[in-house]
């Protein structure tokens, strides 16, 4: 069992930086996936970044490359999520997802690979 929780997020202008945090509790923390997804009131949950157990391999949303980073540290159970440039479309709801990459089955892309998932934090751009 692996528990999330994410933080960082908040109001910020067109152009702004944000860093959000994911702290994963729980065993073998290395042998997951982590994703970041984000949902819109009213709207299905969209692929943001995902990054594979070792931190060897990442993927990116078309619409989020060469301004979102992710990155982990294995063993402080951390994962973060570098946003910069943001936008308005970018307001979001933004949720941090785990798997284990054992029981992996599927894409990162969809969120049906995803095992945990945490509560979210919003982050809203807006001038």
């Known amino acids: 069992q692996v528990q999330l929780v994410e933080s960082g997020g908040g109001l910020v202008q067109p152009g702004d930086s944000l860093r959000l945090s994911c702290a994963a509790s729980?065993?073998?923390?290395?042998?997951?996936?982590m994703g970041w997804f984000r949902q819109i009131l009213g709207r299905e949950r969209e692929f943001v970044t995902a990054i594979m157990g070792s931190g060897d391999s990442t993927y990116y949303a078309d619409f989020v490359k060469g301004r979102f980073t992710i990155s982990r540290n294995n063993a402080k159970n951390m994962v973060w999520l570098q946003m910069n440039n943001l936008k308005p479309e970018d307001t979001a709801l933004y949720y941090c997802a785990a798997v284990n990459e054992a029981r992996f089955s599927g894409s990162y892309y969809y969120a049906r690979s995803y095992e945990y998932w945490g509560q979210g934090t919003q982050v809203t751009v807006s001038s």
């Open positions: 729980g065993r073998m923390f290395s042998r997951h996936a």
